[in-house]
């Protein structure tokens, strides 16, 4: 039996330190659960950005991670969270794929009460239980009551 293939939108490829310290600890939760973690700046390695074209290639291929992955984990930081990472889950979203939100920001950026980010981005979760499809620590990853590992298995 296959992994499971899991889309893992985040900003932190931009910056050479978060890079470092952020996303690791990110992607070894991701994968001790057994996914395949697809993270877009490494997969896009194969890109030749010496090329005029490049960004459209990027995001085509992005596009199509998106398309072929089972879900997406979505880091969600910021107010508002990054505009990239906002497309990616719009699109995970449109394509029914299973939705997990990752926020340790303490910021709130929402209009809502009940919801602390853009309404829109929990459409892709269940009105209901929301709370176990939405994580505030990296240690929660792996919590086994909640619904990204129940979904790995």
Do not use: H
Not at 13 to 36: C, D, T, V, W, Y
Not at 65 to 94: Q, R, S
Request: aromatic share 12%; proline share 6%; glycine share 6%.
């Amino acid at each position: 039996m296959s992994k499971k293939k899991i889309y893992l939108a985040n900003p932190y490829g931009f910056s050479a330190q978060q890079k470092i310290l952020l996303l690791p600890p990110i992607i070894e939760q991701l994968s001790s659960l057994g996914l395949e973690v697809w993270e877009p700046f490494a997969r896009n390695n194969q890109v030749d950005f010496s090329k005029s074209d490049w960004a459209y290639r990027v995001a085509q291929a992005d596009k199509k991670d998106v398309e072929e992955a089972d879900g997406i984990f979505a880091v969600v930081n910021g107010t508002p969270p990054d505009e990239g990472v906002m497309v990616e889950l719009g699109m995970a979203i449109a394509l029914n794929k299973a939705i997990f939100l990752f926020r340790d920001d303490f910021r709130r950026c929402s209009d809502s009460e009940q919801y602390p980010l853009n309404l829109m981005l929990f459409a892709g979760l269940p009105a209901q239980g929301w709370e176990n499809y939405f994580y505030t620590s990296i240690a929660d990853i792996t919590d086994p009551s909640k619904s990204l590992a129940q979904w790995a298995q």
